[in-house]
């Protein structure tokens, strides 16, 4: 079991590699937004002057990446931390809980998963603005049920194991119990769909931004897809780069995923 949980070679590179694009966007990142960025000529291909080349007003596109990225993974982030507390919660306590409150939790997961997230998350943008903040909010409180359903089958499939039985018979404390006894071993399967809602995440606020939906106050990959898609026939590397970007991380996440959800069996 312990074997279990010690991260694999690829595990470490992706975690790396993800670890190194978010220095890169949320550290490295110019300050401000577009509109604070110097200027150059107009639509010049990528060079070793300009390595992504620039947009319609001369400039640098791999400045507007990290900007953008800086937007998208701190979304992706706050989305991933608020689902993956309520999950974990939620299905901790279904799982350890008595039979009234498994199925009182458990419905109530099964009401908020089928809300469609995108088309609420749509609604408040287009009520109260297209905030990161509120779109991480909706993001994350739509989306915790994914973990929570994967927390609860680990939970209890571990809390007939023997170490708990004995945890229990010694009158170890519920919580106590969670913590020391049942989270560390809940722990992969609940990152595996973390991954999930990260990914879910990202292509979420990429689709707001790119219909106008967006925060638009900050950059993000989906504001400049959407800009970039508008210059196609003038810049192919506009809306080239951008897609990358998203696409990369989106799959990097789901590889990720997928690793902690082999090291969970």
């Known amino acids: 079991m312990i074997g279990s ?3 694999s070679r690829s595990r470490v590179l992706l975690l790396a590699a993800l ?3 978010y220095v890169l966007c949320l550290v490295l990142a110019p300050p401000g937004t577009l509109a604070t960025l110097p200027m150059s000529q107009p639509f010049l291909p990528p060079s070793p002057k300009h390595l992504l080349g620039t947009d319609d007003l001369g400039r640098d ?5 990290a900007q953008g990225g ?11 931390v608020l689902a993956l507390g309520i999950g974990c919660v939620v299905g901790t306590a279904a799982g350890l809980g008595p039979r009234w409150l498994d199925e009182l ?14 088309l609420f998350a749509i609604l408040v943008a287009a009520l109260f603005g297209g905030s990161a903040l509120n779109l ?3 993001l994350g409180l739509t989306r915790w049920p994914v973990i929570a359903r994967l927390v ?19 009158g170890t404390p519920p919580l106590a119990l969670a913590l020391r006894h049942i989270l560390p071993h809940t722990a992969p399967a609940a990152l595996s769909a973390a991954g999930i809602v990260f990914g879910g995440a990202i292509l979420a606020e990429a689709a707001l931004a ?14 400049l897809i959407a800009t970039g898609f508008t210059f196609l026939t003038h810049g192919w590397w506009l809306w080239t780069f951008p897609t990358l970007a998203l696409c990369t991380t989106s799959a990097l996440v789901a590889l990720l995923a997928d690793t902690g959800d082999g090291l969970s069996r």
């Open 5 to 7: 949980l010690v991260p």
């Open 19 to 21: 670890g190194l694009l």
């Open 61 to 65: 596109l791999l400045e507007e990446l």
């Open 70 to 80: 800086r937007t998208s993974l701190l979304v992706a982030g706050l989305t991933t």
């Open 105 to 118: 939790l458990m419905r109530t997961a099964d009401i908020v998963l089928s809300l469609p997230a995108l």
């Open 136 to 138: 991480a909010l909706v």
């Open 152 to 170: 609860r089958a680990e939970t209890l499939t571990v809390r007939g194991a023997d170490f708990v039985r004995a945890a229990v018979a010694v």
């Open 210 to 223: 790119f219909v106008g939906l967006g925060d638009p106050h900050l950059t993000s990959w989906g504001h």
